[in-house]
């Protein structure tokens, strides 16, 4: 395989988090980089500030877009903003897991209608919380302990797959199969200020686990050069 059709699978696993606060920020970047060598995720401050339309133009340039909502509500709310999602064209939407059984099940009967079926993932323990942080809101459990007893339910809910810490990946991978999609945030390379997350590895460390995908964004983003950060990652990634 040539070197640059192996950038290209490595890219293709990346999705940059667009944290920004406008539309002008997010295109300055968005204007370097290649749709063959990322995917990108909008986030809730970005799509409260800027709405569908910037995804739709992130969409027309030829990206991937994962749309991070969390949804979290009644099963009915929760079909409906999936449904709205999926019209938009996007290829990857979330909901939360501990919203139950009945939720991903109305979410997944309701992509399963759209014409166009993005990908539905189901969001675990946040990466940002540790163990005395879900202790304070009642679970009196180890966090990867939640994450595979979340991750069971969203399985047999019919969900594509979950978001989760790379430290849970491979108990995952083993316990649910390689086919469920994994996607982790908490990605940090070697070096990065692991900033408000709590339970992180590096891109490679990430893929050896195997993720199927790695969110990363203030690496990138926050870089002053971020093609270059980008392109640094993928070639990490290219050595596992």
Known sequence: MSLVNESKINGAKIIVALDFKDEASTMALVEKLEPSLCRLKVGKELFVRCGPEL??????????????????????????????????????????????????????????KCEHKPLLIGVT????????????????????????????LARDSGLDGVVCSPQEVRTLKQELGQDFCLVTPGVRPAGAAIGDQQRVMTPSEALLQGSDYLVIGRPITASPDPVMALDNIIAECSLT
């Open 55 to 112: 995804v739709k133009k992130l969409i027309n340039k030829g990206f991937d877009v994962f749309l991070d909502l969390k949804f979290h509500d009644i099963p009915n709310t929760v079909a409906a903003a999936c449904q709205a999602a999926a019209d938009m064209g996007i290829w990857m939407v979330n909901v939360h897991a501990s919203g139950g059984r009945k939720m991903m099940q109305f979410a997944r009967e309701a992509i399963d």
């Open 125 to 152: 323990i946040l990466t940002s919380l540790s163990r005395q942080d879900i202790a304070e809101v009642g679970l009196d459990i180890e966090p990867a302990e939640q994450v595979l007893r979340l991750a069971r």
